[in-house]
């Protein structure tokens, strides 16, 4: 069957919503596409449940477990990626030449928030905020803000630690609607669990509220394939705000450095 690659990524929501699913729900999807153009029935897309998704998760035949970080997954060729030794001393921007690479989404992310004039601090924030999916992906916005928290600013932190729960939650006062593609990554039946529901009106009710809020908003919007991005405008605001400690990231002792010697080392066994 030939498929029409625009028909198809309109039907999954578009582009941003292809790209925030893994390789398995890509695959499902494309077959569920093929399945709907054969039938020439359903003008409504199918989700499935909460309980489809628990029985995919029992295939133990999976090559990695759902919550593999990037670093961690073999990619859709079925080969893990290859990774360059790191510097003696890394820095941010070696980790995003040598780890996050090539950190397309919130590098579109972070420059949406620069062209609409957000403070620096939530610029970072965009910039920061999925860069620990490389180590791990439940919970990153917690495990995201752990990650950064002692190089960053209050601001940021709190951005990056609360953007992942407001996800889960329309806001149209900014302009920020569910995402399709969680139909699919959580079943169309599904609903936040207690302590995100939890988490969301206690920061919905935060004097910074709109700090997490605006990552979220940055977030959706920045899936652009064909975007040209490049830490450059940046390297200003990473210095400014991002305190780089000398040792390099990893040996400084902070609480958070286990986490970056984790990302140099992906392949350690111990």
């Not at 206690?202 to 040209?228: C, E, G, I, M, Q």
Request: charged residues 25%.
């Amino acid at each position: 069957m030939e498929i029409d690659r625009r028909a198809l990524f309109k039907s999954l929501g578009g582009a941003a919503a292809v790209a925030l699913m893994t390789p398995d729900q890509k695959a499902d999807a494309l077959e569920h596409y093929m399945e709907e153009q054969l039938n020439a029935s359903a003008d409504e897309p199918e989700y499935p449940t909460v309980a489809d998704l628990a029985a995919r998760n029992e295939d133990l035949t999976r090559p990695a477990r759902n919550g593999a970080g990037f670093l961690f997954r073999q990619g859709r060729d079925g080969k893990l990626r290859k990774i360059a030794p790191m510097p003696a001393k890394p820095s941010l921007e070696d980790f995003f030449e040598y780890r996050f690479a090539p950190a397309n989404h919130v590098l579109q992310s972070a420059n949406r928030a620069l062209t609409t004039g957000m403070d620096e601090e939530i610029i970072l924030a965009c910039l920061l905020h999925d860069v620990v999916l490389n180590l791990i992906r439940p919970d990153h916005g917690w495990w995201g803000a752990q990650l950064v928290e002692p190089y960053v600013p209050e601001k940021t932190t709190f951005a990056i630690r609360y953007h992942q729960c407001l996800r889960f939650f329309p806001d149209t006062e900014y302009g920020y609607e569910y995402p399709e593609s969680y139909f699919r990554s959580f079943g169309e039946d599904y609903v936040p669990e207690p302590y995100l529901q939890k988490t969301h009106e206690w920061v919905k009710n935060h004097k910074w509220y709109k700090y997490p809020r605006l990552v979220t908003v940055n977030d959706l919007y920045s899936f652009d394939r064909n975007a040209k991005v490049s830490i450059d405008p940046f390297r200003e605001i990473i210095a400014r705000h991002f305190k780089q400690p000398e040792e390099g990231l990893g040996w400084d002792d902070s609480p958070s450095a286990h986490m970056w010697r984790t990302l140099i080392w992906p392949d350690r066994r111990l």
